[in-house]
């Protein structure tokens, strides 16, 4: 992993969301297939997600195993694309390496598994704000992910030359 290549990071919520992350990345929510390649489904275990009091996206915890939560090893091209994802998650989450497990394309793990070392966004908020009930992608996609994207649309984030 070069300079210019920073170390892969964990997602987990709503930038499993691929045109969400589409337009963190790039600027355009239409490009999917410009991140499509840079995601691989993966698990973290000892760690939950739980929906946050009043908001849309989750919060990723500490939590005792067997506990784990599923969603992707995002490898990034550039510093740049590292810069806007920090951007994005603001300072309500904290980075924390993480071991992620990754898992073939049909979310499962084949007998070998192959582990590397990431880097994931853990909610640095007040704990008092989780619902402790499980977030899931699907209803974010179904419910809220298109007024995000229409909030979002003609802004991109800034993080600096490619």
Known sequence: MSESQPKPVFI??????????????????????????????ATIYGYVRYSVKG???????KHE???FVEGYLLTLES???RK???DFEGEAYKL???AVTLLDAEGSNPEQK???????????????????SPWELNDFERERLGDWLDLFEGMELVGGDE
């Open 12 to 41: 987990y919520g709503t930038l499993c969301a691929l045109p969400l992350l589409a337009w963190v990345l790039t600027g355009d929510a239409s490009s999917i297939s410009a991140v499509s390649k840079l995601i691989r489904p």
């Open 55 to 61: 908001c849309d996206y989750p919060a990723v915890i």
């Open 65 to 67: 195993p067997p506990s």
């Open 79 to 81: 510093t740049a694309q």
């Open 84 to 86: 806007k994802l920090d």
């Open 96 to 98: 924390e390496s993480v």
């Open 114 to 132: 192959e582990t590397i070392e990431a880097d994931i966004y853990l909610w640095a908020g007040n704990v008092d704000t989780l619902t402790f």
